[in-house]
């Protein structure tokens, strides 16, 4: 089994900065990757992107690929969303997950943290 808590959301104004904490507890041997998702209202679920857990590479979705960063901290197991520039269409609830290893899905969720942009 793998937790996951996340932090760090909140109100802000457009153009501005939020870093998202995901503290990662369990099986985090097994760990192959993390993952940021969000779901705004009244839609689904949208994948952000992924840091693998051992070796650190990441993949973002297009919209994110210039104002977002993720990175972890292994020793600290916690894994970071670093939103800079945002936009009012970045206002959802921001999830992370873990993948295990040999998982073709991510199967461990956090319960999730709102952040609002305001215009």
């Known amino acids: 089994q793998v937790q996951l808590v996340e932090s760090g959301g909140g109100l802000v104004q457009t153009g501005g900065s939020l870093r998202l904490s995901c503290a990662v507890s369990g099986r985090t041997l097994n760990l192959s990757a993390m993952a940021w998702f969000r779901q705004a209202p009244g839609k689904e679920r949208e994948f952000v992107g992924r840091i693998g857990w051992k070796v650190g590479n990441t993949y973002y979705i297009n919209s994110a690929k210039d104002r977002f960063t993720i990175s972890r901290n292994n020793a600290k197991n916690t894994v970071f969303l670093q939103m800079n520039s945002l936009k009012p269409e970045d206002t959802a609830v921001y999830f992370c997950?873990?993948?295990?290893?040999?998982?073709?899905?991510?199967?461990?969720w956090g319960q999730g943290t709102q952040v609002t942009v305001s215009s």
């Open positions: 997950a873990a993948g295990l290893v040999g998982a073709t899905k991510y199967d461990y």
